[in-house]
């Protein structure tokens, strides 16, 4: 096996035992990165020179008696994610080359823990999209089938995990953007409660949904990573100040008498047939688990999306009014003056899907339509939000596939946004109400890979870890892409 | 909900978008076509409904508004992304023509 396959938790040990060093870990992704992202393309920048520098600093504090779980161990975030120094350009031409003077606060983290940031990954620019096809700089191919996409928007790291670049990856998700990907390409995929992490740093898309959460190869890896990033933020106003719990403490504990909801609305017309049978297959290994199965409805759950694509450009609209080639960023010359200069750096800028969500968003809220659109959304999220709650009382966590399909074909449904929309539908119940979720494998469906969601009561993310952990260990998915 | 060319031409504008002919044509219909499918909301009894916008219920998280320095590179380094500077600040063009 090649150190870069390793787990979190497995490479933890050998580093503690003194088997292996950062330096050797470090090398070993940066080598995979070399050998396989020609032609998945899920890295933007690739930080060699800063990597092998933090990885051999990691080394120095062990030597020196430093532990720590992340201590020493390679990372990948999602290039919406700032790092000073090492260039963050949301997958967007207006950020090409921005650089950030100031690290975002779940970087901060990670650095203090000693991980090793490798690389920078595609994403859907700005993280508006489901395949990674909407990134500035050419699409991620999936690993499992380079001809397909791997999910988005965080679709560079969910790839570069399932390939085993990094021994986790960042991802931000808003509405989908984590597990999206993570069903797609085979690998873990943790949305936490949103506030549980900090989204200071973040470039921000749906401030009132938008949160940053592991991609891992394990449940137990997903619970290291939120351990160390999450937490209340001076910096970030709706982090709460609850306790972070020691995550994973209760990973092995049995699922016996635990309650798992099976709401109808997510098995119904339009999930795949390949895609339900896996799912009904880890329903039943639950259940062989001690969980009992409760039939529920949530029938809300087909507003999700219309509400979602109303609220998102809404806020997308205002957070990108920032980037008008004043203070960084794309900036165009040809200009006579001042709102020439935003008008062509905006348009020549931005790519076709954050145009069009800064206009949805620029329709929905201009005078008139504000009640109609706004409010009525607000309201309907309302709806979404109590119906969830309501069933989550009585239950211990609510059980979905992650997606009604498995990856589908680059170009398939790119010049179809309302297509492309629909695919996010399982995924926006959890985000509007702001119910931690997590994605994990269940299996194939002709030859590419299925996810299993489970949506947990609010902050609540170790009863999902528990309920994953306990499937992923019974099923044993521990296949690898060919690459 | 269809969108007129007029209309798309109004909300580029407002958004501070320039819009090239063909991209004016294609965004007309594609947003006609999501305006049309979000339209399904209407159905939906919100009377006693109240928006939400904080979903973990948190309000008012106040804190002092206390200036924090940055140090001179990092000063530098932020004002260095901006595509014209004088004297340590951001220059723009006029807002308003001369004539």
């Known amino acids: 096996m090649e150190l870069n396959e390793l787990t979190i938790k497995e490479a933890a040990e050998k580093l503690a035992k003194g088997e292996i060093t950062s330096i050797e870990l470090t090398k070993a992704c940066l080598a995979r990165i070399k050998e396989t992202d020609k032609k998945i393309k899920a890295c933007l920048t690739v930080c060699e020179r800063e990597a092998l520098a933090e990885a051999k600093e990691a080394d120095r504090l062990r030597a020196k008696g430093e532990r720590g779980d992340l201590l020493g161990i390679p990372y990948i975030a999602k290039d919406n994610i700032l790092t000073k120094g090492v260039k963050t350009t949301a997958a967007s031409k207006i950020l090409e080359n921005y650089i950030a003077p100031f690290d975002a606060t779940i970087i901060k983290k990670l650095k203090e823990a000693g991980a090793v940031l490798l690389a920078k990954s595609n994403l859907d620019e700005f993280a508006h999209g489901a395949s990674t096809e909407n990134s500035a700089f050419g699409p991620t191919h999936n690993p499992w089938d380079l001809s397909r996409v791997p999910g988005g928007s965080s679709g560079g790291s969910a790839a570069a995990v399932a390939a085993d670049m990094c021994l986790f990856a960042l991802g931000t998700d808003t509405g ?195 009640d109609a659109y706004y409010l009525q959304a607000q309201k309907v999220r309302t709806k979404i939000k109590e119906e969830l709650d309501y069933e989550l009382e009585k239950l211990d966590a609510i059980i979905t596939p992650t997606q009604p399909s498995p990856a589908f074909k680059i170009g398939e449904n790119s010049d179809d946004p309302l297509k492309m929309y629909l695919e996010d539908i399982f995924q926006e119940g959890a985000s509007l109400a702001g119910l931690p979720a997590i994605s994990v494998p269940c299996g194939f469906s002709s030859g590419l890979p299925v996810g299993l969601q489970l949506i947990g009561k609010r902050f609540d993310e170790e009863m999902i870890f528990r309920i994953a952990s306990a499937y992923e260990k019974m099923a044993g998915w521990q296949i690898k892409p060919e690459i | 909900m269809k969108l007129s060319k007029e209309e798309i031409k109004h909300i580029a504008d407002l958004a501070r978008l320039e819009l090239t002919e063909a991209e004016l044509k294609k965004y007309g219909s594609q947003l006609s076509e999501v305006l049309t499918y979000i339209d399904q909301l209407k159905e939906v009894d919100t009377i006693d409904i109240e928006p939400t916008a904080q979903i973990t219920g948190l309000e008012n998280a106040l804190r002092e508004d206390v200036k924090e320095d940055w140090d001179k590179r990092e000063v530098e380094e932020a004002l260095s992304q901006a595509p014209n500077l004088e004297d340590g600040q951001i220059k723009v063009k006029r807002v308003l023509d001369n004539n």
Request: charged letters at 25%.
């Open chain 1, 176 to 370: 989908g953007s984590i597990r999206c990907p993570a069903s797609f390409c085979g690998v873990v995929g943790l949305k936490p409660t949103y506030g549980r992490a900090s989204r200071f740093g973040l470039i921000a898309m749906t401030s009132s949904t938008d949160v940053p959460g592991p991609i891992t190869k394990t449940v137990a890896d997903a619970a290291i990573v939120l351990a160390t990033i999450a937490g209340h933020d001076k910096n970030d106003a709706t982090t709460p100040e609850a306790e972070v719990p020691a995550y994973g403490k209760s990973l092995g504990k049995s699922l016996k008498g635990l309650k798992i909801g099976r709401p109808e609305e997510y098995f119904g017309q339009g999930v795949e047939k390949g895609v339900r049978q896996t799912i009904e297959k880890a329903i039943a290994k639950l259940e062989e688990l001690g969980a009992e199965i409760v039939p529920i409805r949530l029938p809300h759950t087909k507003y999700g999306v219309p509400v979602y694509y109303i609220i998102t450009p809404s806020e997308v609209s205002s957070n990108l009014a920032r980037f008008d080639g004043i203070r960084y960023g794309f900036s165009s010359e040809q200009v006579k003056d001042l709102k020439d200069v935003y008008v062509k750096s905006r348009g020549k800028g931005f790519g076709p899907e954050a145009k069009r969500r800064i206009m949805l968003g620029t329709y929905v809220l201009s005078a008139g339509y504000y």
